[in-house]
Structure formats: C-alpha cells, structure tokens
C-alpha cells in the first residue's frame, strides 16, 4: 500500500510540474509585409493598434490615417502586378500562433476606398488605376486587431 501511494504521489507530482514547461502561445502584434513579385518584401507601417493579451497590452491610435500613410517612404508598383502580404511574430514572443485572423487589404485616396480581393495565400494584384494611395492592411483575430500602411504609388 505504500508503495502505491509513493507511485500516485510521484505520478501526481511529475504531471503538475511537465505543466509548468508548456510553451507560450500568448503572441504579441505581428509585423506586416508586402511581398512584391516573390522577390522583395516591405514592412509595413503600424499604425492603429488594439491588442491585449496575458504578455502585451498595446494602444496605439492614428487620428489622420491618410496623412500618416503618405507620410511613409514610396513603395513604387506597376499597375496589375501581383503580391502577396505576409505576417510574422514579434521576436521578443517567439511563436506566430495566430487563430483564423482576418484579413483585409484596401487602398485609400482623397475619400475612396478599394477592397483588394485575396486569395487563400494572400496574394492579390494591384489595380491599373495609376496614382498615390495609401495601402491599409488589417489583421484581426482574438488579441485584438493591427491596422498598418504603406505609402504606394502605382505607375
């Protein structure tokens, strides 16, 4: 009898403590990138963030989106090419879990807004409409959502 219990007590103690080694899974706000042509990838700009989990707790509000996106460095593009973005963890969390987040790319100007229609790698095209834009990439899931920009000029 002894025995048993030694081996349930000494069972009972390695469960608790294997639990103290998970991973965490608790992600901070991802960075952005624009990836033209398969061949060079852009960070995007943050810029309205809401996002709270267990490790991070970040509020960041741009009043004049449009503004602060022409603001950027120009990302020059052709009208119709392709590209995809792309989304990785913060270094500092270790981990790109992210559960079913939405996704969503416009460009805005003087007023308009164009929904970019993506597909399930996230690539899309551009428009032929030549001119400056500012491009928005949302990213929404269960932490909270991340807007970021970019400067673009379609030529």
């Known amino acids: 009898m002894k025995l048993y219990f030694k081996l349930i007590t000494g069972l009972l103690f390695v469960l608790i403590l294997s639990g103290c080694f ?24 943050e810029s309205n963030i809401s996002w709270e989990t267990q490790s991070e707790n970040v509020h960041e509000t741009i009043e004049d989106v449009l503004k602060f996106g ?11 090419q392709e590209a995809s973005i792309d989304f990785k963890e913060n ?12 996704i969503t790319v416009a460009l805005l100007n003087d007023g308009h807004r164009i ?41």
């Not at 270094?91 to 079913?100: A, L, M, P, Q, V």
Request: hydrophobic share 35%; no cysteine; aromatic share 10%.
């Open 91 to 102: 270094e500092k969390n270790g981990g790109d879990i992210w559960t079913d987040p939405e």
């Open 115 to 155: 929904e970019l229609e993506m597909n399930d790698q996230r690539e899309f095209r551009f428009p032929t409409s030549k001119g400056n834009y500012v491009l928005e990439v949302k990213f929404t899931n269960s932490a909270g959502t991340a807007q970021y920009v970019g400067n673009l000029v379609i030529q």
């Open 22 to 45: 998970a991973e965490d899974y608790d992600v901070g706000v991802p960075t952005a990138y624009l990836n033209l042509s398969g061949i060079v990838d852009i960070q995007l700009t």
């Open 70 to 80: 022409f603001s950027q460095d120009e990302i020059r593009v052709s009208g119709n």
